[in-house]
């Protein structure tokens, strides 16, 4: 079974209703990597489960807009040097440092949102600025106040130091935009709960009576907000980073709160494991400048293979996206599961995974990741030429089957793997020739006859590639010198398969001694 199931099975299992929902969301502080999008992709494969079991079910994606700016990310830094002066401003209502949208939220929502679609992910984005601001928080924002002491103590139940003297009395679990510098560094200093108002000072001079039923421009602190929104918006599942998946992590506190101040029985929580980049430049971070998005692995990656990578991986453990040669391995596991899919040939579970892969309006072609960079690079990804090579190696493909993938094994090859580049020498190199052993020239001779005077097909050229060496011991030493006489590397593509796909025309003469 898998494990989108077994989590669908467990929701339906503690309530049996018509319509589910599964939640997820994030801070829009700065490009939302691929690490994010883990959450995201995990409720969705659940949302699907839930449809597989014939239930409705939706994904409810809510912007945190009406978080504070933190700090600056790095692309942010890269554009504009002023923006510091909006640290501590909700997110909703700072400017957009690119210039293109309403604001800097907005800019990376749309951003991912159009990855999302490029997913075929459907979801129902909530924008929570809107939600604050509307009022519909307020009477649970109210119900936070007057039980702020017992939150106190939830909190201080999941953490290790002794709570401060007049440290609970003090504690508000909300924070209060100011209106005169639109920044949360306000202080609460005393709260009437018969008229559930609140005096705040500013840190920058601004002092003010805050009224909860009709003053809208405050926000819950996380571990709470979590919590109210559950409850509001009717969340049965939620996953999240294992860093909230601690006994004392946010879930562990939150499903507390939703239960003694809201009275809702907190969602089935998954946790998951951190993506890997290998072969990259680091952890990814939105704030760092080491950060890989959905839109840049769509230069590497067709979104269904990056989608494969997520459904056949259970939640709590790691993968990587990778920049090296590994992903060549990682689209020949993708293209035989799809294969063995279509053949009727495979388990249940492989079924299942390219299901969660399949994006719909697109169909696949499992057109060899290696060959493509490989042959590419010599004929220059010539799409004619690429067709021809193709087909003489048996493999029938047409430019419309590789037309995707080869711009993808293209800039891989180029960005990525530049030592891998494969280029025919423009004349015979005399020299290295001249310095082998008599034996090593002898075989380069009989390889050369076998290709001028022989009728081959690909079977009998493989054959007689690994029978010209008399001497087994030297097969490995073979290969490489004929690498190095063709492509000067010690090392390329398979060998019978590139000497039968190029033209002997192009590269005859790089063999004769």
Same mark, same amino acid.
């Given at each position: ?37 883990? +959450? ?26 009406? +978080? ?7 692309? /942010?830094?890269?554009?504009?040097? +002023? ?27 749309? %951003? ?82 018969? &008229? ?24 819950? &602190? ?10 509001? %918006?009717? /969340? +049965? ?12 992590? &946010?879930?562990?506190? &939150? ?111 499992? /057109? ?71 034996? %090593? ?40 010198? /004929? ?21 002997? %025309? ?8």
């Amino acid at each position: 079974m898998h494990w989108a199931q077994r989590i669908a099975d467990e929701i339906i299992a503690r309530e049996d209703k018509r319509e589910y929902v599964c939640a997820t969301g994030i801070s829009p502080s700065g490009s939302v990597h691929i690490g994010n999008f883990r +959450d995201t992709v995990t409720a969705w494969f659940v949302c699907l489960a839930l449809r597989g079991r014939g239930k409705q079910a939706r994904l409810l994606y809510s912007w945190d807009d009406y +978080d504070r700016l933190r700090k600056i990310p790095a692309n /942010v830094a890269a554009v504009r040097d +002023d923006f510091e002066q909006y640290i501590g401003m909700p997110l909703a209502e700072i400017p957009d440092p690119f210039g293109c949208c309403e604001s800097y939220c907005a800019h990376f929502e749309k %951003e991912f949102e159009q990855a999302l679609a490029a997913f075929g992910i459907e979801a129902d984005f909530r924008c929570q600025s809107k939600e604050y601001k509307s009022g519909r928080y307020a009477p649970h924002i109210i119900t936070a106040m007057h039980m702020r002491r017992e939150i106190f103590d939830i909190l201080d139940s999941f953490r290790t130091q002794e709570a401060q003297p007049g440290e609970r009395e003090a504690y508000y679990p909300v924070s209060v935009y100011c209106p005169a510098c639109k920044k949360d560094t306000t202080t609460i200093t005393e709260y009437d709960e018969a &008229s559930e108002t609140a005096k705040y000072t500013c840190d920058c001079g601004h002092t003010g009576t805050y009224d909860f039923k009709q003053d809208h421009h405050c926000k819950l &602190s996380w571990k709470t907000d979590w919590a109210m929104r559950w409850m509001m %918006e009717g /969340v +049965d599942c939620e996953p999240a980073g294992k860093d909230h998946s601690s006994p004392t992590g &946010s879930y562990a506190t &939150s499903k507390v709160i939703a239960q003694q101040v809201y009275g809702f029985p907190p969602p089935v929580y998954q946790g998951f494991e951190f993506i890997g980049i290998k072969g990259g430049a680091g952890k990814m971070s939105s704030s760092s400048g080491l950060l890989v998005t959905p839109e840049a692995l769509f230069k590497l990656y067709q979104p269904e293979v990056i989608l494969w990578l997520y459904a056949k991986t259970d939640p709590m453990k790691a993968f990587n996206f990778c920049f090296d040669d590994e992903i060549l391995r990682q689209y020949f596991e993708f293209d035989k599961m799809l294969t063995q899919v279509k053949a009727g040939q495979a388990n249940e579970l492989t079924q299942e995974i390219i299901a969660y892969s399949t994006i719909p309006g697109r169909e696949v072609k499992p /057109v060899p990741m290696a060959q493509l960079v490989s042959f590419g690079s010599i004929v220059e990804f010539d799409p004619a030429m690429l067709e021809t090579i193709f087909d003489k190696i048996g493999t029938p493909f047409a430019k419309a089957d590789f037309a995707e993938r080869v711009g993808l094994a293209k800039y891989w090859l180029y960005q990525c793997s530049p030592e891998s580049i494969y280029i025919l020498r423009a004349e015979p190199d005399t020299a290295y020739f001249n310095a082998l052993p008599e034996e %090593e020239q002898a075989d380069l001779r009989l390889l050369h006859k076998f290709l001028t005077e022989e009728s081959y097909d690909l079977d009998a050229l493989q054959t007689k590639l690994y029978a010209i060496p008399a001497d087994k011991q030297r097969q490995a030493g073979f290969f490489k010198n /004929v690498y190095r006489l063709l492509i000067g590397a010690d090392r390329g593509p398979r060998l019978y398969l590139f000497l039968f796909a190029l033209e002997r %025309e192009s590269y005859i003469g790089l063999l004769e001694f």
